[in-house]
């Protein structure tokens, strides 16, 4: 199971900490489970690789460019004030459109909705996005309907999250549907994170 954390400058801390750190904490929560399920093997992917600056200064260096990386099961698009403009960026919408093709699971947290609905993955679904994003997005008239009143959307393999901490929300109901709810159990427990929210999202269903 590979899955690829997209990074781009001005991407939003949060929107990507927070699902790795939920996909990475699988592999201690099915050890705690003494399940011989196999963890992800979890990595993140810039455009031309190296060292990305994000949105409140933290500085991540991408395990892999667009060039290099593995062909992700799942990947995850986040948000942020950089979105606005790899929306116009033609390699990071070819390389979403291409992952795509291949992934059994397509996600964004907060405004990477946009990239997502943008580069065809998400274009005629239901999706979500931050807040204060949603009547742009709506604007945009790419996306079936931008909901704003789940923590996150599922609309076939496409899945979406609100703003910044709803990722991670989002990250364990997927858990949840690639393992089994009691590992996303186990691995919201290993984390420590008990907000009132979890799995408070709109489920489509498969398309």
């Known amino acids: 199971m590979n899955i ?7 991407a ?3 929107d990507f900490v927070g699902p790795w750190e939920v996909f990475t904490m699988v592999k201690p929560a099915l050890a705690y489970l003494k399940s011989d399920a196999a963890a992800p093997h979890v990595f ?5 690789g190296g060292t990305v600056k994000s949105a409140k200064g933290m500085r991540v260096v991408a395990d892999h460019s667009f060039a290099d990386a593995p062909k992700a099961d799942v990947f995850l698009v986040p948000g942020g004030m950089g979105t606005r403009r790899e929306v116009e960026n033609p390699a990071m919408l070819d390389w979403i459109r291409t992952a795509a093709e291949t992934a059994t699971w397509v996600t964004s947290v907060c405004t990477g909705s946009m990239l997502l609905t943008a580069a065809g993955p998400a274009k005629g679904r ?4 931050y807040w204060a994003f949603v009547e742009a ?5 790419e996306a079936r309907e931008v909901r704003a009143d789940a923590r996150w ?3 076939g393999n496409v899945v979406t999250a609100a703003g910044v901490s709803a990722g991670i929300d989002m990250a364990l109901w997927l858990v949840g549907q690639i ?8 691995t919201q427990k ?8 979890p799995y408070q999202g709109f489920d489509l269903g498969p398309a």
């Open 4 to 10: 690829a954390i997209v990074l781009f400058e001005d």
């Open 12 to 14: 939003e801390e949060l």
């Open 44 to 48: 993140t992917v810039a455009e031309k």
């Open 126 to 129: 239901t999706v979500t996005t």
């Open 137 to 141: 997005l709506r604007q945009r008239g």
């Open 153 to 155: 959307v599922r609309d």
């Open 179 to 186: 393992w089994s709810p009691e590992i996303a159990r186990a």
């Open 190 to 197: 290993a984390m420590q994170y008990d907000p009132a929210p």
